[in-house]
């Protein structure tokens, strides 16, 4: 999505001091969310398992890849590389387990996060056997020594199944008039840009690459403005390269290897606990029907607009002289009109066309978190499913079949009105100031959220803000290598940036 330019536009304090203009477009979703959720997209479409992520800097992308999703394909093992020790402790925080993880929200499957400290230049032996690697806006920042190596590493020695890059389309910068593409003057995006390539260009090096090693390659990009212009291209442009021959990959190099073939210093390890309590089938059947009865669909009840709450009262459906036995005398001006079914008794239950009982889909129930810790895998949900006397399966269309009227749903619904949130695992708890929260979820203030029902991990805590105040106070020298800026500024990722994003 884009958003026009304003007058009064906040400006990013980042190292894009020549992106920083009032008339610039504005992408919303921010351009590196766009480019890190296009990402994940691709790893899930390739059932990528085990990824790396080359210039993980604050771990704007790993953060998002620890989200267990309810695919068949969980991301089990993560390894990010960066060279600046501050920004892999940032790392390290960021990819901390969140309070809301714990407890009874453990996930399902095991997850190991590795931070090293290293240079791409350099191959690792413990980073093959990876399914996926991903360099998002790494490859600009590095100098010639470095970049001629890149390939050597990644699809030389590496070999992993499939490697996603991305760097900015400098076609793009005609929409960034203060950076004078195309003029003599001409500047790049980002201060410490070595270059900035256009598709063709890009196009080139990836397929010289993919040809020399083996993998074939196919392009796309994030990051487009109102009536898309195929000759100018999208912001940020995407080279998506698959092994042709993954059963030829190496096999992974235990951790006994010397130094020679591991140079990668491992600056931290975390392990995600996992639920681990053991449950009978029969246990976990009665789980399955509880959550089917919770969740099934249901015939709304009538609306009673006699009655201040709007909820259906027991002695009418909606006819106004009743209401918990009560007679209400109604003024002139309240009488109901002749197109009002006053006729209406308890005896016909209201409908709606829109609505099928006695069927729910399989991925209504699979979704429940407590329904995946028991059942692990969609095929052990399926196979407790087989069991039950109650529903029968549709597999291939995905549904869960079964009889509305039989009593265990009507006892199911008797017991579901009892005295509301005695459950405390469907119940939120009551805070002091009387409103409904789950205050497990909420951490404090400085838990950074994106859109909604979105939660982003950010690093937080007194390093982060003293890595912060030093960003704001001076900027950083370049390092001699010139190519460890690998990634976003802490800043621009953070809650201390615009809502936007400059063309970066």
Same mark, same amino acid.
């Not at 056997?129 to 690697?133: E, H, K, N, R, T």
């Not at 951790?255 to 130094?259: C, Q, R």
């Not at 591991?262 to 392990?271: A, C, D, G, H, T």
């Not at 969609?378 to 399926?382: E, K, S």
């Given at each position: 999505?884009?958003?026009?330019p ?13 992106c920083d ?18 990402a ?24 998002l ?8 394909y ?12 501050d920004r892999?402790?940032?790392a390290?925080?960021a ?11 453990l ?21 093959i ?5 991903v ?24 070999k992993? %199944? ?13 929409y960034?008039?203060?950076l004078?593409?195309?003029k ?30 083996g ?8 990051g487009?403005?109102?009536g898309y ?10 080279a ?13 190099v235990s ?5 020679v ?11 995600y ?39 259906y009262?027991?002695? /009418?459906?909606?006819?106004? /002289? ?29 409908s ?21 810790q028991?059942? %692990?895998t ?5 196979r ?25 749903? %009507?006892e ?17 708890s009551r ?5 409904w929260?789950d ?18 991990? %950010? ?33 621009t990722?953070?809650?201390?940036s615009?809502?936007?994003y400059s063309?970066?």
């Open positions: 999505m884009y958003f026009p304003t007058a009064n536009s906040a400006t990013s304090s980042t190292a894009d001091s020549a203009a009032d008339d610039e477009p504005r992408f919303y979703p921010p351009l590196w969310q766009q480019r890190r959720n296009l994940r997209r691709i790893l899930d479409e390739n059932h990528s398992t085990s990824v790396i992520d080359f210039g993980c800097g604050e771990a704007a992308l790993m953060s890849l620890v989200w267990e999703t309810t695919g068949d969980p991301i089990t093992h993560l390894a990010g590389v960066e060279l600046i020790e892999l402790q940032l390290r925080e990819c901390q387990p969140q309070d809301f993880e714990l407890g009874s929200n996930r399902v499957n095991k997850l190991t996060i590795d931070l090293y400290q290293g240079s791409v230049d350099q191959p690792d032996q413990r980073f056997g990876f399914d996926a690697l360099c998002l806006e790494v490859v600009e920042h590095l100098d010639p020594p470095v970049l001629e190596k890149f390939w050597s590493v990644v699809l030389g020695t590496l992993p %199944k499939l490697v996603i890059v991305s760097t900015p389309n400098a076609e793009f910068n005609i960034f008039p203060q004078n593409y195309g003599p003057n001409a500047i790049f995006r980002n201060d410490d840009h070595r270059f900035e390539w256009t598709r063709q260009e890009f196009q080139d090096w990836c397929n010289a690459a993919a040809g020399q090693y993998y074939n390659v196919t392009y796309t990009g994030a487009a403005l109102p212009n195929p000759e100018v291209g999208l912001c940020t442009q995407f998506i390269l698959h092994n042709l021959n993954p059963s030829q990959a190496p096999e992974p951790l006994g290897a010397n130094a073939d591991q140079p990668y210093r491992l600056f931290s390890r975390v392990e606990p996992i639920y681990k309590e053991q449950h009978s089938d029969s246990e976990i059947l009665e789980y399955l029907h509880e959550k089917i009865a919770l969740v099934r669909p249901r015939l709304p009840e009538p609306y009673d607009e006699t009655e201040e709450t709007g909820y009262n027991e002695a /009418s459906y909606g006819h106004p /002289s009743g209401g918990h036995g009560e007679n209400y005398s109604l003024n002139p001006s309240d009488e109901p009109d002749n197109n009002t079914s006053s006729d209406i008794t308890p005896d016909d239950p209201p709606d066309p829109n609505i099928e009982l006695g069927v729910i889909s399989l991925e209504d129930i699979w979704i429940i978190l407590g329904v995946r028991r059942c %692990k969609r095929a052990g949900l399926m407790i499913l087989n069991q039950s006397s109650l529903v029968r399966i549709e597999q291939e269309a995905g549904l869960i079949r079964f009889d509305e009227d039989n009593p265990y749903w %009507k199911a619904d008797r017991s579901l009105e009892a005295p509301l949130y005695q459950d405390d695992e469907l119940s939120p805070s002091e100031n009387d409103d929260s205050s497990s979820f909420y951490k404090d203030e400085q838990d950074n959220f994106e859109e909604e029902g979105e939660v982003e991990r %950010k690093p937080y805590g007194l390093e982060y803000q003293h890595y912060i105040d030093q960003e704001e106070q001076v900027d950083a020298p370049l390092e001699e290598s010139g190519w460890s800026a690998w990634h976003e500024s802490p800043v990722c953070s809650e201390h615009p809502e936007w063309p970066k």
